[in-house]
């Protein structure tokens, strides 16, 4: 769904307000939250309130694709949580993330309560997780975890370098690119055939 799919009456009287709503898909242990309080049903899947547990850094948003990174902090983490973000490489990177924004009703109308959804979730950001680290010190410990959108990877080889060793990674046994590295620096003239 897209916001052109909600009635302009309800975006244009000013009385929705907007969420964001998280989805971490770990490894073992996926994760449906919402920064506010108590359970919320949206889109058919149910979300944990986090409150104020949980801050997202400013999210730059574009139409159509994720390019950047999002950076998600727990500012006041317990020794539990810290204890648990260690060591947690195969349970969090290259792992999806899903960021929406959820409109709701600002106000009473029509017998409808305030705080009704409006609409389904719309999606901001998609990206793939990775770097999850904490910092401690005597007055404060800290969680981080940052998410990277599918354009951060422009630029990069989609499928490696074009070298004997990514070669043979693709392709087990295959010698083709054997004498690349002996190439280097030298020309090579190629004659013509017949």
């Given amino acids: 769904m897209s916001i052109h799919d ?11 307000a907007c969420t964001i709503m998280c989805q971490m898909d770990f490894a073992t242990n996926p994760q449906r939250w919402w920064l506010g309080y108590g359970d919320l049903m949206a889109g058919g899947v149910e979300y944990k309130g986090t409150g104020d547990v949980i801050q997202i850094s400013a999210l730059s948003i574009t139409y159509g694709m994720s390019a950047g990174m999002v950076r998600f902090s727990v500012p006041n983490a317990s020794p539990q949580m810290v204890a648990r973000c260690d ?16 409109l709701f009703s600002t106000v009473e109308s029509g017998g409808l309560h305030a705080g009704r959804l409006v609409g389904d979730p719309i999606a901001i950001f998609t990206g ?28 990069r080889p989609p499928h490696g370098r074009w070298t004997d060793a990514d070669q043979r990674a693709r392709y087990p046994g295959d010698t083709g690119l054997g ?7 030298r020309a090579v003239v190629w004659v013509p055939a017949g």
Avoid: H, W
């Fill in 128 to 155: 793939r997780m990775r770097d999850m680290r904490s910092t401690s010190t005597r007055e404060r410990r800290e969680i981080e975890l940052e998410a990277y959108g599918r354009l951060s990877r422009q630029g």
């Fill in 87 to 102: 060591d947690q490489a195969d349970e969090v990177n290259n792992r999806p993330c899903r960021i929406f924004y959820q």
């Fill in 6 to 16: 909600i009635p302009d009456e309800d975006l244009r009287r000013g009385d929705v």
């Fill in 179 to 185: 004498l690349l590295a002996a190439l280097k620096n």
